[in-house]
């Protein structure tokens, strides 16, 4: 049924109910796709939906979106073009009568190596908000930048994800021997993503409160930074605890994570008991609560952490008193 012949490579993998299951280890195991969509981009009037259109198919694994249209110069196919350029090993090519994306199957990538990207991307950002509101303001041009970085290494991840799910060669390939890894490696790139999101979300509204106001008074700024610490913190030791699989560390984050957004709840009260100037304010809460919604998003890596520790015979031991046996 797997098409094995005599000489090829297999990988014998115990399943969790303790049957055995034989996977072919060939070279190539990128999953045949051989999708194509064709939109009729003329008729397809809803606003953004074109854009939604080509990105959902990218992660979805379709080969090729082929934009059927009487105008391949209409500018909402500039837009395409332009998130095509956030898409990893994707192409576009214009005829007279359409805009034809192409989705190269090249799988040959290190999902841990996305996470660190993903991850260190998220850290800059938040070291570049921290660094303007100390006063360097500057810094606050190089956000946009890494929030596309982001979602580009945030895309590829998931569509390798999708992959591993029609291809069980591919996802074994990749480390993903238990197929609820694929659920928890959903869960942890959407975390950082999600992070990624909000730390834009300060970046601008602190850029238009520096344009309205000047810089933020030191004393002001010097209550932020120290709970922005502490973020970057909770993000490194999550990104620790996944890459050593530590369900001990992980609780230990999932704790400090109560402790920050506690601190970051009594640190937006205390602002505005000292600030006068009511939209000044209402800048300052935004950033603590959209803070409050990293936290709660790296959170979610920890909780990944301690459920995949339960799950496997092998990592239960790290909780130091617990024993999973079958019956």
Request: charged share 30%; aromatic share 6%; proline share 3%.
């Amino acid at each position: 049924m797997m098409g094995l012949k005599r000489g090829d490579k297999v990988l014998l993998v115990t399943n969790q109910d303790g049957s055995l299951a034989l996977y072919p280890m060939a070279t190539d195991v990128t999953p045949r796709i051989s999708l194509v969509l064709e939109v009729n981009a003329d008729k397809m009037l809803e606003r953004n939906v074109l854009e939604r259109i080509l990105v959902g198919a990218y992660l979805e694994g379709i080969k090729r979106v082929i934009f059927k249209t009487s105008n391949p110069d209409d500018p909402k196919f500039e837009r395409l073009k332009q998130i095509s350029q956030k898409l990893i090993n994707a192409r576009y090519t214009v005829t007279p009568d359409a805009v034809e994306f192409e989705f190269q199957q090249n799988f040959d990538a290190d999902f841990t190596n996305l996470v660190v990207r993903l991850s260190a991307s998220l850290l800059s950002m938040i070291a570049y908000i921290k660094r303007a509101i100390n006063g360097q303001p500057e810094y606050l041009k190089n956000i946009e930048k890494m929030e596309n970085e982001i979602d580009r290494d945030y895309w590829w991840a998931l569509r390798i994800l999708v992959a591993s799910q029609i291809n069980r060669g591919l996802a074994i390939n990749l480390g993903f021997r238990n197929p609820a890894h694929i659920i928890g490696n959903r869960a942890i790139i959407r975390a950082l993503e999600l992070a990624g999101d909000y730390a834009y979300e300060i970046a601008q509204d602190l850029q238009e409160l520096i344009d309205s106001y000047g810089n933020i008074p030191k004393d002001t700024a010097d209550i932020i930074a120290k709970t922005i610490d502490k973020c970057e913190d909770l993000i490194s030791h999550s990104i620790y605890a996944l890459h050593a699989l530590d369900p001990l560390r992980a609780n230990e984050n999932l704790n400090e994570a109560l402790e920050l957004r506690e601190e970051l709840r009594r640190t937006c009260l205390e602002l505005a008991d000292k600030t006068i100037d009511k939209k000044f304010l209402i800048y300052l809460s935004r950033l603590i609560s959209r803070l409050i919604d990293v936290v709660e998003s790296v959170s979610t890596i920890n909780e990944v952490i301690i459920n995949r520790c339960l799950g496997n015979e092998e990592t239960i031991p790290r909780f130091r008193h617990l024993e999973l046996r079958r019956e």
